[in-house]
T-cell receptor, first 115, second 112 residues
Framework: GAVVSQHPSRVICKSGTSVKIECRSL??????MFWYRQFPKQSLMLMAT?????????EQGVEKDKFLINHASLTLSTLTVTSAHPEDSSFYIC???????????FGSGTQLSVL | AQSVTQPDIHITVSEGASLELRCNYS??????LFWYVQSPGQGLQLLLK??????LVQGIKGFEAEFKRSQSSFNLRKPSVHWSDAAEYFC??????????FGAGTTVTVRA
């Protein structure tokens, strides 16, 4: 089956630094990728839709200058958490769209801890 | 917008016993419905999905779900749970623009 690779799986950083998370579709091309955020014991909240070759679409309440998304190729989307603060600590998950929502594959997630 | 509700936050079940997780949807027409499983610290894996046709859907890992329009439900079932089924389970429905909207999730604990 299709594989989506997310890296790193875990990152600890100091407050004020920036962290980049990568999401790759390994065996298919994904024109659309999604970034989710998940707090402990809670559901996934969609942050943004990443579109190859164009600007990402952010959900209401998500700071686009805080969470920079780049989808430079059909197999790679990156999420950069800029000037991270402890409240940004969370589990971030990406998904890649192959042939519409019928074929949506998830990465294994990234646990971000900001000290 | 379409949404799903998972009434049970946490369910504990004995190994070998049956399991049923509830999911109710809010949508006028026939929705697309999904069930995902998430192991601790992991991403999501699709268990099964319903688009149309047969209302009883078979999935992976021995799971099945039944779409009931009269009850606006899409409950997930497994006849005999294994310890490895301990995880978080999410019901999901696409929103108008094909993004997925997830329920709050149900945590399943399996006791020996």
């Amino acid at each position: 089956g299709a594989v989506v690779s997310q890296h790193p799986s875990r990152v600890i950083c100091k407050s004020g630094t920036s962290v980049k998370i990568e999401c790759r579709s390994l065996d298919f091309q994904a024109t659309t990728m999604f970034w989710y955020r998940q707090f402990p014991k809670q559901s996934l909240m969609l942050m943004a839709t990443s579109n190859e070759g164009s600007k990402a679409t952010y959900e209401q309440g998500v700071e686009k200058d805080k969470f920079l998304i780049n989808h430079a190729s059909l197999t790679l989307s990156t999420l950069t958490v800029t000037s991270a603060h402890p409240e940004d600590s969370s589990f971030y998950i990406c998904s890649a769209d192959r042939d519409g929502h019928e074929k949506l594959f998830f990465g294994s997630g990234t646990q971000l801890s900001v000290l | 917008a379409q949404s799903v509700t998972q009434p049970d936050i946490h369910i504990t079940v004995s190994e070998g016993a049956s399991l049923e997780l509830r999911c109710n949807y809010s949508y006028g027409a026939t929705p697309y419905l999904f069930w995902y499983v998430q192991s601790p610290g992991q991403g999501l894996q699709l268990l099964l999905k319903y688009f149309s046709g047969d209302t009883l859907v078979q999935g992976i890992k021995g799971f099945e779900a039944e779409f009931k329009r009269s009850q606006s439900s899409f409950n997930l079932r497994k006849p005999s749970v294994h310890w490895s089924d301990a995880a978080e389970y999410f019901c999901a429905v696409p929103s108008n623009d094909y993004k997925l909207s997830f329920g709050a999730g149900t945590t399943v604990t399996v006791r020996a």
